[in-house]
């Protein structure tokens, strides 16, 4: 089956607390497992970060309830491509609140998508600062 996978950064609203953060992420745990949909959720240097694998619908159809979501701003998808199989059989939140045990290729996988994140946000920066210069 093929999947697609999608993966973007966002800046957390002002206030969000460690609660709100947690509530969140239980509710976001227990939809993906009814709608099929794995990846991980990334809460760190002020960002959230989310990759998210699945069938095309369910992932469509979830981004665009993410994307309306105020409890974030600032939402920039850094990857999207349809892949044979899942890179994470799982969804894993990763957060300073919540602590999981994760694999090798888990951390490897995490590791890999924060960078490709702060990788898309340096160019945006780049682009800025060109765009300031050019005034
Ligand atoms: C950073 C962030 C990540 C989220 N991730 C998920 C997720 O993986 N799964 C999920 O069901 N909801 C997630 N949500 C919540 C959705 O935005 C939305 O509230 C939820 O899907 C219910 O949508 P609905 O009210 O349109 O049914 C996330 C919200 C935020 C702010």
């Known amino acids: 089956m093929t999947i697609y996978r999608l993966a973007y950064v966002s800046r957390p609203s002002p206030g ?17 497992a009814e709608i099929g949909v794995t990846g991980l959720l990334i809460h760190e240097f ?4 989310q990759l998210l694998e699945g069938p095309l619908d369910p992932v469509e159809t979830l981004m665009q309830a993410i994307i309306a979501d105020k409890r974030h701003s600032d939402i920039r998808i850094f990857l999207q491509q349809s892949a044979p ?8 939140m990763w957060s300073d609140f919540t602590r999981m045990a994760m694999s090798r290729q888990e951390l490897l996988l995490r590791e890999e998508i924060v960078r490709a994140a702060l990788e898309s946000l340096a160019d945006l920066d780049a682009e800025g600062r060109k765009g300031d210069r050019e005034l």
């Open 46 to 49: 002020n960002r959230f970060i």
């Open 85 to 92: 199989e899942r890179s994470l059989s799982r969804w894993i």
């Open 16 to 32: 969000l607390t460690a609660e709100d953060l947690t509530s969140l992420a239980e509710a976001a745990a227990r939809r993906n």
